[in-house]
Structure formats: C-alpha cells, structure tokens
C-alpha cells in the first residue's frame, strides 16, 4: 500500500511503522511524507492497534528531509512551497496527535527532520552508538516544521545548546537534551522497546488516547496558527539567498560561501 514504509502488525495489536528508504537513510521526500500522512490515519482508524513503534530500515533511522524534494523548492512558486511545507507540517502534527501510544525505536543515526520524528514520539529508546543533529542552519535552512516539537521535547533552554548550532552528538547526550529516554546497546534496542509497549497492553485504550490528548493540552501551544508560522518560516528559507548556496554545495561536495576557512 505504502512506497516508503512498511506497517507490522502482531496479535497483540503493536504495529511497528519502518521507515523504508533504507538506500536514502529514511530520509522524508515528498512521498515519505504522503505515505505517513496516510499511515497516521490508518493507524489512528485501527481499533486493533493498541500501540506503534516507529523504526527505520538500514543503516540510519532518518537522515532528515530529502535534499532533492528540498532543491525542487528553489524553482517552486511561493504558493507551491508553502503547500509542500505545509505537507510536512501535517504529517508531524497527524502523528503528534495519533490517538495511539507511539514509541521510538532509534537504532541509527538520526539528523534535521529526524530529530523532530524522534520529537513526536511519546517515549525514545536508541541504540548507544547513534549520532544526532539539528543540522538544518549548515545547509542555510531551520528547524522549522519540527521547531514546536523539538522545543516541546527538549524545553527552549536546552533546545538552545543544539537548535542552531548543527552541532552533532552523542546517544548519551540525546538523553541528557530528552530526545532519548534511553539510550542502549544495540543489541538490547528491542528488549527496552518492549519494556515501553508491554504496559499500554494493560490499559484501557480509550482511557490512553483521552489521558494523551489532555496532556497535549497542557503542554507547550502546538495549534494551527503555531503551524502557520513554521510553514512561513520554512517558505522563507527556501526562497533566500542561503538555502541554495548550502543545498547546492552539498551536492557540489564543497564548502558553502559562510564556512570558516573560505
């Protein structure tokens, strides 16, 4: 049914959502972010469904958005890029909001739109060797779409050690910044993931979507005017100066014109 993913079902009602762009390390093009735009629907239509995991086929959980679908911006009307970025705002939001506890099973490096799929995650378990990012700025871009998330999940202050900077790190201080919940061996990833889904399986489902729903209530504003300005923020980007340059010197395997040393 899906393009980019692949949806498992056991008897207990867990379905495990893969990320299935394995040969371009999960990253989000404009088919991904249909197919889990769709699949959110799906999963939150499914009355079997007590609990979702989400994972990432390959090497890497998700390497953030795709820098092709990213570059067809450039020659997009603005009207066309805030539709595309608006897709991606929906998607995040759908599983934000999915009535469904959603788990996240981060067994390899996770970068830029990565983190915020990370981000609307109720709880994170990764594997202890992964390297994360916020790398969007390198590229002349911003976490916009995936902002309201990171920030919700990290809170401001500790969002600022990372949110700008590009900076890479490590598992351990993925759990520090509370990206992670956890962070352990790879080969011990499934047994933490199953300690995180066993308990929902003892709760009345009903009670766990209205218990997360309220909560999502009280916590940081993610409403559709909140939406409308990452959409905007993103737009922007894509229709200055820096994003082309960054994307355009990724794809030239070169330094863009700010690096240090040009």
Known sequence: MFETLEIEQDERGVATLWLNRPEKHNALSAQMIA?????????AADDAVR??????????FCAGGDLGWMRA????????????????????????????????RVHGNAFGGGIGMASI??????????????????????????????????????????FMSAR??????GVELNILARAVPLDDLDAAVEAE????????????ARAKALLR???????????????????????????????????DKRAPAWASGN
């Open 168 to 173: 890479l790190f490590g598992a351990a201080e």
């Open 217 to 251: 209530s009280l916590g940081p504003r993610i409403d559709q005017e909140v939406i409308a300005h990452t959409i905007d923020e993103l737009s922007a980007c894509w229709a200055g100066d820096e994003a082309p340059e960054g994307i355009g010197a990724f794809f």
């Open 51 to 60: 609990v979702v995991v989400l994972a990432g086929r390959g090497k890497s």
């Open 121 to 162: 995650c109720d709880v994170v378990i990764g594997a202890d060797h992964v390297k994360l990012g916020l790398t969007e700025t390198k590229l002349g871009l911003i976490p916009a779409t995936i902002g309201p998330y990171v920030c919700a999940r990290m809170g401001e202050a500790k969002a600022r050690r990372v």
């Open 197 to 208: 889904v066993a308990p929902y399986l003892a709760c009345a489902p009903g009670a766990v």
């Open 73 to 104: 911006q450039f020659d997009a009307t603005p009207e066309l890029r805030a539709t595309e970025a608006r897709k991606l705002a929906m998607m995040l939001n759908a599983l934000n909001t999915l009535p469904k506890p959603l788990i996240g």
């Open 35 to 43: 197919d889990l735009t769709a699949a959110a629907a799906q999963l």
